[in-house]
């Protein structure tokens, strides 16, 4: 799966009440979530189908609100490369299919730069450098491309698709 975007650059502990603050939260609109996203930090954040955000250590960290990927996700965003996830986010992330590299890009990017992201080598090509982020095992790379857990689990019940043989 291979990802091309404009690049929206954020630094370490973006946590998920700056991506979607909880004033929001009273809802379940997710296109709510998406007209907020990343309100919190960043109040000119409004990005164009498959931009992708590069981030420093700690993306997502603090309180387990799925609301924050799910802003994201609704938002369009095309994929997040950040040096490190939190892990609550990282799993909400794979279940809902957003899209997440761990990889340190941040320092080879500005905010509109076009990069290009490929998840089945966990590659990620800036204008001056290719990054090698962290590799995702092939289960969890089906589940992204299936779209997240639940369409993933529609598609295989029962564990089909997930033979031993997968996980490498």
Known sequence: MLIRGNVWKYGDNVNTDLIIPGKYLRTTDVSV????????????????AGDIIVAGKNFGCGSSREQAVLALKH????????????????????NIGLPIVEGNAVDFVDTGDEIEVDFSAGLVKTRNKVVQGSKLPKFLQEILEEGGLVEFRKRHPRGQGLEKADIS
């Open 75 to 94: 938002a369009k965003v095309g994929c997040v490369v950040a040096i490190s996830f939190g892990r609550i986010f990282f799993r909400n992330a794979i």
């Open 33 to 48: 979530f998406a007209a907020h996203a990343m309100e919190g930090i960043d109040k000119n954040f409004s990005p164009r």
